[in-house]
């Protein structure tokens, strides 16, 4: 890979990635963005997404990524697969991106790098990943066709997850923790008309049991502390997500969850910016990592602008 000096990189190839690849582009930045799996990050393995602006019958989140990467690339980013694996501060107000094939140099950085799914922690979750344990509904469900499994969880991503399997799967438990649900209530309102979903109320998995593959579930109501067991053939795990900021913890100041901290997109590094879901906020949701891209593009265009004598006053 060459040795070039690109004006910005992007770590991160989801909605806030992408929206970041597109007004860095547009605002004239030589830009780069990095991603380490398939570009569009969580976003992409979405069946429905309803609420974003635009699309009132709602979009595939594969379909909706693809738009924002045709026009990433039609403002001229440059857009790569590659894990990257540290950023480091050099001399001459500028940074090296160091990926297994490879380092980057550029003037600025803005990290898009997303969650990732949080962990039961349980028995038999670990052994059972990739055998009957699932983080991802959309990428899985064929697999259990006409048999049944479980949900655990109880905001969006849950709910709609748990919609989605019931096309696959002769019923679906879903298992949460109260009794009802985080999730919006027009996703509230599908799920509690669906025949083929049913809830577990007030409990939680301890255990996941099976050999070979998963065979059922030990149960406990968080409320009477009572174990019981639920015969299934997967578990499907939505409980929510952690920020993948691991790499990024001797760069920039992190809070104790492990989210970058940032005043808007700004971090406590300069020429570093942040947005999208590995930045605390109320609401994760790709309208709002777009907007925080947009945000962190505008101000790497402007810091690189100043850094090379072209600020306009």
Not at 116 to 136: I, Q
Not at 202 to 210: L, P
Request: aromatic content about 8%; some cysteine; overall charge neutral.
């Amino acid at each position: 890979m060459e040795r070039k000096l690109f004006d910005t990189i992007i770590v991160g190839g989801g909605p806030a990635g992408l929206s970041a690849a597109i007004y860095a582009a547009r605002g004239g930045l030589d830009t780069l963005m990095l991603e380490k799996a398939a570009v569009g990050g969580l976003a992409i393995l979405t069946d429905n997404i309803e609420n974003y602006p635009g699309f009132p019958e709602g979009i595939n989140g594969a379909e909706l990524i693809t738009l924002f990467e045709k026009q990433a690339r039609r403002f001229g980013a440059r857009i790569e697969n590659a894990e990257v694996k540290d950023v480091k501060e050099i001399s001459g107000a500028s940074f090296e991106v160091i990926t297994p094939s490879g380092s980057f140099k550029t003037r600025s950085v803005i990290i898009a790098a997303g969650t990732v799914p949080r962990k039961l922690n349980v028995p038999g979750e670990k052994e059972f990943t990739g055998k009957g344990v699932s983080y991802c509904a959309t990428c899985d469900a064929p697999f259990f066709r006409n048999k049944t499994v479980a949900v655990t969880g109880g905001g969006d991503a849950a709910v709609e997850e748990a919609l989605f399997l019931t096309k696959f799967a002769s019923k679906v438990y879903l298992i949460h923790r109260r009794d009802r649900l985080r999730a919006a209530s027009s996703i509230r309102m599908r799920a509690e008309k669906n025949d083929k979903l049913e809830f577990v109320w007030d409990s939680a998995v301890k255990e996941i049991r099976g050999e070979g593959g998963v065979e059922g579930l030990k149960i406990e109501n968080v409320k009477t502390g009572a174990e019981s067991e639920l015969d299934c053939a997967g578990l499907f795990v939505f409980i929510g997500y952690d920020p993948a900021t691991e790499t990024f913890a001797p760069l920039v100041e992190r809070d104790d969850r492990g989210f970058i901290k940032a005043a808007g997109t700004v971090t406590s590094k300069q020429g570093v910016f942040a947005g999208g879901d590995c930045v605390r906020k109320s609401l994760f949701q790709v309208v709002t990592a777009c907007a925080e891209g947009a945000e962190a593009a505008f101000a790497a265009v402007k810091f690189v602008e100043k850094i090379k004598g072209e600020a306009y006053e």
